[in-house]
């Protein structure tokens, strides 16, 4: 009689939301089924279904395990204790670099927005309203302009980020852009950081 496999509940959770991940930045939400994350994982739908109750239920910890990702990269930066102006040069690269790296986190996103799916993410929910309350606090200190509000500065942050890592191919392709990919983000980052900088004061 063979031993009896130790149980792993978190190591089961971890190996069923690592491939959930892969799967729904594939095939978005719709186009993915718990039998394919079961197949993909080793781990049978029953036992997913008992650690996570059910499919919508699977994608939101996902989607809240990416956004701690973001959380995190982001989160770094309080501790740096930086001047306005240095800290929003250094969050605009750290943004823009996590979006550059974490392309499943992308993926999804764009499948979210293609689904219409409404799934409310409370960490980055936090984050978003943390981040404008900070823009707020610059602008009563004078470093930040009065003259844009904080969500249109935030929604011009990351939908050109959003932008250019989804049609930068393309951009290549038809602009016949003759610079490397990676020379091609510097240059992107770079001009993007200086007009977005524009609006905090001296």
């Given at each position: 009689?063979?031993?009896?496999?130790?149980?792993?509940?978190?190591?089961?959770?971890?190996?069923?939301?690592?491939?959930?991940?892969k799967?729904?930045?594939?095939?978005?939400?719709?186009?993915?089924s718990?039998?394919?994350?079961?197949?993909?994982?080793?781990?049978?739908?029953?036992?997913?279904?008992?650690?996570?109750?059910?499919?919508?239920?699977?994608?939101?910890?996902?989607?809240?395990?990416?956004?701690?990702?973001?959380m995190?990269?982001?989160?770094?930066?309080?501790?740096m204790?930086?001047?306005p102006?240095?800290?929003?040069?250094?969050?605009?690269?750290?943004?823009?670099?996590?979006?550059?790296?974490?392309?499943?986190?992308?993926?999804?996103?764009?499948w979210?927005?293609?689904?219409?799916?409404?799934h409310?993410?409370?960490?980055?929910?936090?984050?978003?309203?943390?981040?404008?309350?900070?823009?707020?606090?610059?602008?009563?200190?004078?470093?930040?302009?009065?003259?844009?509000?904080?969500?249109?500065?935030?929604?011009?942050?990351?939908?050109?980020?959003?932008?250019?890592?989804?049609?930068?191919?393309?951009?290549?392709?038809?602009?016949?852009?003759?610079?490397?990919?990676?020379?091609?983000?510097?240059?992107?980052?770079?001009?993007?950081t200086?007009?977005?900088?524009?609006?905090?004061?001296?």
């Amino acid at each position: 009689m063979s031993p009896r496999k130790k149980r792993d509940p978190e190591g089961t959770r971890t190996a069923v939301l690592e491939n959930a991940e892969k799967l729904f930045a594939a095939k978005g939400f719709n186009g993915t089924s718990i039998a394919e994350i079961s197949q993909a994982s080793g781990i049978s739908d029953g036992l997913i279904l008992y650690h996570f109750k059910s499919k919508p239920k699977l994608y939101q910890e996902v989607l809240e395990r990416i956004s701690l990702r973001y959380m995190k990269v982001l989160g770094s930066l309080k501790n740096m204790n930086l001047p306005p102006r240095e800290m929003m040069e250094k969050s605009l690269k750290e943004v823009f670099n996590f979006w550059k790296t974490d392309s499943t986190y992308n993926r999804i996103s764009l499948w979210a927005y293609l689904e219409k799916q409404e799934h409310s993410i409370d960490n980055e929910a936090k984050l978003t309203a943390g981040l404008a309350d900070y823009l707020k606090s610059l602008q009563t200190s004078g470093h930040f302009s009065k003259d844009i509000h904080p969500f249109v500065f935030l929604s011009m942050i990351i939908g050109p980020i959003h932008f250019w890592f989804r049609y930068k191919s393309r951009f290549t392709e038809i602009l016949q852009l003759k610079k490397r990919a990676e020379k091609l983000d510097d240059i992107f980052l770079e001009q993007f950081t200086e007009m977005l900088m524009s609006f905090m004061n001296p």
